[in-house]
T-cell receptor, first 114, second 112 residues
Framework: AQSVTQPDIHITVSEGASLELRCNYS??????LFWYVQSPGQGLQLLLK??????LVQGIKGFEAEFKRSQSSFNLRKPSVHWSDAAEYFC????????????FGTGTQLKVEL | DGGITQSPKYLFRKEGQNVTLSCEQN?????MYWYRQDPGQGLRLIYY???????QKGDIAEGYSVSREKKESFPLTVTSAQKNPTAFYLC???????????FGPGTRLLVL
């Protein structure tokens, strides 16, 4: 069965420091991969996605992610974190079965220290 | 503005009561989805619909029902059979298979 693992439940970084959020997936074919961000009490906003092609994907708000098939990973990175980046981040893989279903990780809560 | 709207933002349910959560989109998307979010569990799929008048169960459909009478609307009813309904409910839509899902702002359901 498809699955997504986000090994870090909480991460704290200082403002201006670099960030890497980990995502590992289990999927039987070439996956579609997504990173979403959620502010408290809000819906999910798409940061970036990988469908095919260049394995380094650029997203909004200065984020990027790299698809590494050999490691089954799709880690999210940002070179310099801003206080406004504090939120919860979800990695997702799809399609899982019919209907374009996505399987989500359990999320990583990012705290930014000023 | 195009987007997905969910109402209400907060909803309270009494014991034995059915409640309906609204989800509307004006993106002309064919596919719509309902997720439940609990702390530490990520998002779990309740129901999804790829086309009007058709829908399928997701991973946790028990105690929930949906309808898809119009392309832009996909209401979710939380029935009295759902014994632990307190959660954050998110609606999403996509243009179709293998396309990005876009999310609404969510509805928080609380039990009185």
């Amino acid at each position: 069965a498809q699955s997504v693992t986000q090994p870090d439940i909480h991460i704290t970084v200082s403002e201006g420091a670099s960030l890497e959020l980990r995502c590992n997936y289990s999927y039987g074919a070439t996956p579609y991969l997504f990173w979403y961000v959620q502010s408290p009490g809000q819906g999910l906003q798409l940061l970036l996605k990988y469908f095919s092609g260049d394995t380094l994907v650029q997203g909004i708000k200065g984020f990027e992610a790299e698809f590494k098939r050999s490691q089954s990973s799709f880690n999210l990175r940002k070179p310099s974190v801003h206080w406004s980046d504090a939120a919860e981040y979800f990695c997702a893989v799809g399609p899982t079965g019919g209907g374009n279903k996505l399987t989500f990780g359990t999320g990583t809560q990012l705290k930014v220290e000023l | 503005d195009g987007g997905i709207t969910q109402s209400p933002k907060y909803l309270f349910r009494k014991e034995g009561q059915n409640v309906t959560l609204s989800c509307e989109q004006n993106l002309n998307h064919d596919a719509m989805y309902w997720y439940r979010q609990d702390p530490g569990q990520g998002l779990r799929l309740i129901y999804y619909s790829q086309i009007v008048n058709d829908f399928q169960k997701g991973d946790i459909a028990e105690g929930y029902s949906v309808s898809r009478e119009k392309k832009e609307s996909f209401p979710l009813t939380v029935t009295s059979a759902q014994k632990n309904p307190t959660a954050f409910y998110l609606c999403a839509s996509a243009t179709g298979t293998k396309e990005t899902q876009y999310f609404g702002p969510g509805t928080r359901l609380l039990v009185l």
